[in-house]
């Protein structure tokens, strides 16, 4: 009962042969940018890369599961929304992963100082670190988009007029 198959108009992307060097470029480009951003500040240096390392590893696992189950993305917007969507769970996880990692370094240097590093600043923060981590990561999903996927080809440059049924 099955009939022809349904012709393919919107090709899903492919990756940039040989991805094993464009992916690793692509990655190292959307990555490596805000160093030069913060190129006075270490820190800032050092905590932006850190999470852009883990918004790519969110966005890579779900754009892998994607094509798994047979839905790749047919283009660079649905790339650029799974790394925006990435960076959004981190940056509201961020202010809390730090508060706790804060507390738990000054309470093993300093007894009782803990209890200057409340979850308070962590809800604080996070309007801030979402406003300043945004832009960041759809800059860096665009970066990454561009460089590492293109169009795929269309599957069949086939003429489907044949079975087209007058109206009666």
Do not use: C, N
């Not at 979402?130 to 003429?159: H, M």
């Amino acid at each position: 009962m099955r009939g022809q198959p349904i012709p393919q108009r919107i090709a899903p992307l492919a990756w940039r042969k040989p991805a094993f060097l464009w992916t690793p470029i692509a990655l190292a480009l959307a990555i490596g940018w805000p160093v030069a951003l913060f190129y006075e500040d270490l820190g800032a240096q050092r905590l932006a890369v850190t999470a852009l390392f883990a918004v790519f590893a969110i966005a890579l696992v779900t754009l892998g599961a994607s094509w798994i189950i047979g839905r790749p993305p047919k283009s660079r917007r649905i790339v650029v929304l799974h790394v925006v969507t990435a960076g959004v769970l981190a940056a509201l996880a961020a202010p809390f992963v730090l508060t706790t990692l804060l507390s738990s370094i000054a309470e093993h240097e300093h007894q009782g100082a803990a209890s200057q590093v409340s979850i308070a600043m962590s809800f604080a923060t996070t309007p801030l670190v979402v406003i300043l981590g945004l832009p960041v990561v759809l800059v860096s999903g665009i970066v990454f988009a561009w460089t590492a996927l293109k169009r795929g080809a269309t599957a069949r440059k086939e003429d489907y007029r044949h079975d087209v049924q007058p109206f009666r």
